[in-house]
Structure formats: structure tokens, C-alpha cells
């Protein structure tokens, strides 16, 4: 468990003195007005705020970001005024924790309801300050890696509610550890029996399908340096919740849809890609044309 000094240590690398002071300062201030209260787990309040911070200090926000993830449900769970936080920390960080706490207190009547609502929501509150947004991102985060505490109705609407709303929004940011981090999350709170039987699934394949995307990409860095062409290849195996969703909406088995694979060519120019383009149709052309000539098609 994280410690404020974890925090500190953290964040000052890359903040000045004063900020950090500033950051100590709201750490003493959230946990004297969360004083008594306690998470399900038993955890005093202030470890879940800390954590939010720690997970935002992570991505090198500013010092603002963090003073309002260290803050941000002071206005919500106790009796401080948004005034009191603008005359402490400034009109800044009052107006992200006002913002926080307005979108967790949205409710809705159905799901439907709530995907429409709360991305209007949150598109209104990305347009006066993302920095909202990526708070109450984080705080999401450290909720889903806690969620082990509820009970499993509880569970499974949080967990729901992560995938259906959490997910695309950090997708459409381009937040991608957080979004695989709140699938994968999500995914196992959701429906833990899927999840575990996949898992065994992927481990179980995972060495074969490792060997093949290495060839893969070996084969595509050997065909672009004959043609002289600089290019950062990446390639991935698809994850446990990206190939469930394919074997959900298709109807497909493990068997079907685990044969995907993922690769990034990165090239300086259009007209480069599209050369790319016309290697690898090539390249594939060429390997199955052999592969079924030799009877291995």
C-alpha cells in the first residue's frame, strides 16, 4: 500500500519544491477532513484518494491534477465547501474537484440511459478541463482493483458499468493501459467463470502464439530491409477481452478467433505505407500460394 512519502518520492522528479509542498498539504488535508471514515475493505479513507494520485502521478500530471485526485471527494463524503478548496489550493483545483464530484453523482434509470447521459457528461467536462475526466478515470481504476470487497451483485454493476461507459472513454482518449487494465478488470469481476476458463485457454496456447508472431515479424524486418525501408514494426496477441467480445458477437470458439494477430508497421510517408501495403499482400500472397502447393494450406 502506498504511503504519501511514496507519493513525494514520486512526484518530485519531475514537479518544483512548491508544488510538491502543495501536494503535502492536500495529503493533510484530505485525511484530516476523511478523518473516521473507512473503505468496506476497513482501510481509512484516505488510501483510496492516495492511490488515485499515485496512479495519476504514473502518467506525470501536473500538480494541480493531483491535488484534486488527493481531494476529490472531500466536497462529496464531508463538509467542505468547494470555497474552502478554492481559497486553499486555488480556483483551479476547486473546479476539478467540483467537477469529479458532479459526475459521481450522476444516476440513472437504466443502462441505456446511462451510456447516452453520462458520455454527454463527460464530453461537457472534457470540454472545460480533461483533467476531470482522467481523475475520475483514475479513480475508477482503483475502485475496479478493489472491488473484490463487494458483494457480488455490487461487484457485477460496477463491473458492468466499467466496461459499458469507463472503457470507451478511455479508449477514445487513447489511454490504452488504463482501458486494458479496466477490461481486463471488468472483464474478471463480471464474469469470473468466462474469465478463468479463458485465461487457461490463452496460457495454454500463449507459447505457440508467441513463436508465431516473432516469425511474423521477423519475416516482415527481413522483406523491408530488402527494399530499404526504415519502419518500427510492432506486433501483439489480441487480449482476453478483445477475443472474447469477437467470440460473443460472432459466435465463434477460442479455436476460431485466437488465430488474430495484430502488427503496427510505423513508415515515414502515405506513399511509403502504401508500398508497405503492396509488400505484405505480396509477401502473404507468395506463402499461401506455397503453403498450398505443398499440402500444408
Not at 478523518?35 to 475493505?41: A, Y
Not at 461537457?124 to 478515470?137: F, G, T, Y
Not at 455490487?154 to 477514445?172: C, D
Not at 470458439?253 to 513508415?267: K, L, P, T
Request: proline content about 2%.
Amino acid at each position: 500500500m502506498h504511503q504519501i512519502n511514496d507519493l513525494v518520492r514520486q512526484v518530485s522528479s519531475y514537479l518544483t519544491p512548491y508544488q510538491v509542498e502543495k501536494i503535502k498539504q492536500a495529503y493533510s488535508f484530505g485525511a484530516r477532513v476523511h478523518e473516521g471514515q473507512h473503505r468496506v475493505s476497513g482501510e481509512p479513507y484516505i488510501y483510496h484518494p492516495l492511490e488515485v494520485a499515485h496512479i495519476l502521478a504514473d502518467m506525470h500530471m501536473d500538480h494541480q491534477t493531483l491535488i484534486a485526485a488527493l481531494l476529490h471527494d472531500v466536497i462529496e463524503d464531508t463538509a467542505t465547501a468547494k470555497q474552502e478548496i478554492s481559497r486553499k489550493f486555488g480556483k483551479s483545483v476547486a473546479e476539478l474537484v467540483d467537477g469529479v464530484s458532479k459526475l459521481t453523482q450522476i444516476t440513472f434509470d437504466s443502462v441505456a440511459e446511462a451510456q447516452a447521459q453520462n458520455f454527454r457528461k463527460m464530453l461537457m467536462a472534457m470540454s472545460n478541463d480533461i483533467r476531470v475526466i482522467l481523475v475520475k478515470l483514475a479513480d475508477r481504476l482503483h475502485n475496479m482493483r478493489t472491488v473484490a470487497v463487494f458483494r457480488p451483485d455490487k461487484r457485477r454493476r460496477i463491473a458492468r458499468e466499467t466496461l459499458e461507459i469507463y472503457v470507451p472513454i478511455a479508449q477514445r482518449l487513447g489511454l490504452n493501459s488504463i482501458r486494458l487494465e479496466l477490461e481486463e478488470l471488468g472483464f474478471s469481476s463480471l464474469y469470473p467463470m468466462r474469465h478463468r476458463i479463458m485465461t487457461e485457454q490463452v496460457t495454454k496456447a500463449r507459447g505457440h502464439r508467441k513463436e508465431i508472431i516473432d516469425k511474423i515479424r521477423n519475416s516482415l524486418r527481413r522483406r523491408l530491409r530488402q527494399e530499404k525501408i526504415p519502419a518500427q514494426i510492432v506486433g501483439r496477441e489480441k487480449h482476453l477481452y478483445g477475443i472474447y467480445q469477437k467470440m460473443r458477437d460472432n459466435g465463434l470458439s477460442f479455436n476460431e478467433v485466437y488465430d488474430v494477430y495484430a502488427f503496427r508497421i510505423i513508415v515515414d510517408t502515405v506513399d511509403v505505407c502504401y508500398r508497405v501495403y503492396g509488400i505484405i499482400w505480396t509477401l502473404w500472397r507468395t506463402h499461401r500460394s506455397t503453403d498450398s502447393n505443398t499440402g500444408n494450406g
